[in-house]
């Protein structure tokens, strides 16, 4: 019953959004989505990375056999488009046998069985949806909030030394390869989260059962909140704002080169195509995500883990995408949002519900004060940089003890009990 509410909600939710992207006079993710079964797909690594999300229920032998028909899809669509000079991509067999597995869950499975093979398919197509579903929420960021609060956080952000000018500068100094790397990094994130997934859930189809806490959902949740707040904190980043890219919306050309320099900020307006997506940052969120679940991997898991943590924070300043207020925000986000799931997994006790609510005060504050005190904040950096960076600092030092608690918890309820000696009866 869970999962079919949940099912419904989600259904509902597209439908507004293909309603809403319909209003604009573009396709909805709804649409999209049912688009990439034929036509060249967005992001070809990406359903192949869902379809391995699936496969997690099955067995080796039908893996193997869903991988072959995959490919052998694909091949089929990689020769129709050669021979009619079609644009060249892979995917769709990916998505093919993902809605084929559909289709056995309800006709061939029943019980247990069909109910595992439905979550491994819903799985699977929530990566590849919550993908179409951020576009469409992004665009109509962009035509809902003509308003943008950059110079708020521009102003703000001279408390932590305006870091995305400084490693905007050092990413240019790399040259195209540094650029290209970074890139690749930012665009793959949810490929990684797939790899760390697949370790998380790599006996799902021996125990017929899904672990009660993953990767996964902590991604869900990152992606069905992050949205929310940009539409209640709009901002569209420096590099629009302060560069180049912002065209004749932005104040001046000054990104990478010269941070803005300090005034009374106000409201700005801006064009209705680029969205407001920075506060907080989800790449950086859904990073932090990765950079956790990862610590319990083998050490090549965990190295990558924090390869990608470190790439992803380089390339959202580095690009100009986000403020390094933006990112701050982003981890206090993703650690409260982890103390939630976790402990809606294990049991809320005194110290997870504190923690939230600490956590979701941290953020408000943050959004607070990066909107009603941004001069204060650029006028004393040395009083508001440490006081940002310790108000993170403790959310995160408050994370690591509570969940080091937590499991040692865990592994002493697991311990057998200490066998007791039989004692001699007295005459």
């Known amino acids: 019953m869970l999962w079919a509410a949940v099912g419904v909600v989600a259904l509902g939710f597209l439908i507004a959004l293909e309603i809403a992207a319909r209003g604009y006079g573009v396709p909805g993710p709804m649409t999209n989505q049912v688009r990439e079964v034929i036509l060249a797909p967005k992001s070809g690594p990406l359903l192949y990375a869902g379809m391995a999300l699936m496969m997690v229920v099955l067995t080796w032998r039908q893996r193997f056999v869903a991988i072959g028909a995959a490919i052998s899809i694909d091949l089929v669509f990689w020769l129709v488009r050669w021979a009619v000079g079609a644009q060249m991509m892979a995917g769709n067999g990916a998505l093919w046998v993902v809605l084929a597995h559909a289709v056995i869950a309800v006709t061939r499975r029943t019980g247990r069985d069909r109910v595992l093979l439905l979550k491994g398919v819903g799985l699977g197509l929530l990566l590849v949806t919550g993908r179409k579903t951020g576009d469409t929420w992004l665009l109509i960021t962009s035509k809902t909030r003509p ?243 310790l108000a993170m600092t403790s959310v995160i030092y408050g994370y690591i003890r509570t969940t080091k608690l937590w499991e040692r918890q865990a592994a002493s309820a697991h311990l057998p009990e200490p066998r007791r000696e039989s004692q001699p009866e007295l005459v």
Not at 181 to 193: F, I, K, N, P
């Open 147 to 389: 308003m943008v609060l950059d110079q708020y956080m521009a102003a703000a952000d001279r408390a932590l030394g305006s870091p995305s000018w400084l490693v905007g500068r050092i990413v240019e100094a790399t040259g195209p390869l540094g650029a290209d790397v970074l890139d690749w990094v930012y665009v793959q994130l949810g490929v990684a989260s797939v790899v760390v997934a697949l370790y998380q859930l790599r006996n799902v189809g021996i125990e017929r059962r899904f672990p009660g806490h993953h990767l996964v959902c902590t991604f869900l949740v990152i992606g069905l909140l992050g949205p929310g707040i940009y539409m209640l904190f709009p901002v569209v980043g420096p590099v629009f704002a302060y560069g180049a890219d912002g065209g004749t919306w932005a104040v001046a050309n000054l990104w990478p080169d010269t941070p803005p320099q300090v005034s009374t900020p106000q409201l700005m307006p801006f064009d209705e195509i680029t969205p407001r997506n920075c506060m907080p940052s989800l790449h950086t969120a859904w990073a932090t995500a990765i950079f956790i679940h990862s610590r319990k991997g083998p050490r090549a898991l965990r190295l990558a883990g924090s390869f990608w943590l470190i790439a992803t924070l380089a390339a959202t300043l580095g690009f100009g995408y986000h403020y390094g207020a933006d990112i701050v925000a982003g981890v206090v986000f993703t650690l409260t949002i982890e103390l939630a799931l976790r402990s809606l997994d294990r049991g809320w006790d005194r110290r997870g519900i504190q923690l939230v609510v600490y956590g979701t005060v941290v953020f408000a504050a943050f959004l607070a004060s990066y909107r009603y005190l941004s001069m204060e904040m650029a006028e004393y950096p040395w009083v508001f940089g440490p006081l940002l960076i």
